[in-house]
């Protein structure tokens, strides 16, 4: 008997009302995306003329279509793609405000500094949290209705006590990951005493956020925070019960990837501008690279190069670092596509990076894959393969959401 992960089967047909839940069947899927290798063809495993149900918040069964149980819904995919919903394990969405005039000026040559994030924290300061509530929830709705189906968030917009605190317990309401991003820039009530700042952080705002986060992060970056600095910050919130990931090598070569190596962070975020060293380290640990191309995009900055990392055996994952101000972009389809036309990951690396690769960023093991028992997060395009993401830039593909087996 297939396992049916919780619904109850009656005579082949799968029902969650035992459960106090829908099933739902979707079928005549041309091309199914699993990201189980031993499921189906090739590293995205994938099966052809194919059928999945889900069970309330759980994925119940998976196979060909002609031998699909009835279940107490179905939908027709009409013979095109369907994948795991995109996994985006970095973004900055709890602010107020934006900084269109910003973008404006890079694109007529100025180069980015990462001292604009101080404009968004005297906006995001002000603002009420309802204000900020709002807009996090306006993008999480955003991300959901274009395939996005699991949302990291962090802070660091406030950078004071009350002000993020505020920001990490607003995360926690809507995102599926929250983290604790204190350490980001120092403010410029601290730009005479940025040891002053380390001490706020890793001791009054740390015990503040902690209990509303999983994560810590720090921006470890020139005009951000040294190695020094950033180490002392990760290793509070380590003693403090948080898992580390870090900000590193966005504008130059520096340490913060093999201090994220060291620690051993879940991932290492940009990793635009890397030393062989660098590379050698991430691929001798379980830190992933994450990539972030809108950001690149929108900078004008050199784009990472994916392809020497992945053929060095490193993990990649894609992800949006939705923020106002180096990239206000939600879409991981574009991701995608950039990824593939100007970083040299093929489409079938990119689509697994921006699911199976977001979901090894935050080590979870329930999304990002369609096998029996993952978490219902579903994406059906409009279209026959998931190839069609970068092959049709900028073109609306998304057919149909489902996140946590309810329809987006």
Known sequence: MPDTGGGAWHGGRLCGCDAGTVSIVITDIGELVTNE?????????IVRDAALVLDGERVAWVGRAADAPAADEAYDAGGNAVLPGFVDSHAHLVFAGERAEEFAARMSGQPYKAGGIRTTVAKTR?????????????????????????????????LNVEDEERAVRIAAETADEVTFLGAHVVPPEYQDDPAGYVRLVTGEMLAKCAPHARWIDVFCERGAFDA?????????????????????NQLGEGPGVRLAVELGAASADHCTFLSDEDVAALAGSQTVATLLPGVEFSTRQPYPDARRLIDAGVTVALASDCNPGSCYSSSMAFCVAVAV????????EAVWAATAGGARALRRTDVGRLGVGAR???????????????????VPQVAAVWKRGRRV
């Open 376 to 394: 219902a997060d579903v994406l059906a395009l409009s279209a026959a393969s998931h190839i069609h993401l970068a092959y049709r830039p900028g």
């Open 37 to 45: 290798p031993g499921l189906g063809e090739g590293p995205l495993g």
């Open 126 to 158: 002000a603002a009420s949290d309802d204000e900020l509530r709002a807009t996090v929830r306006r993008l999480v709705d955003e991300m959901a209705r274009q395939g996005t189906t699991t949302v990291e968030c962090k802070s660091g917009y406030g």
């Open 341 to 348: 036309r100007d970083m040299r990951m093929t489409p079938a």
């Open 228 to 248: 020094d600095q950033a180490r002392e910050v990760l290793e509070a919130g380590i003693r403090a019960g948080l898992m580390p990931r870090v900000h590193a």
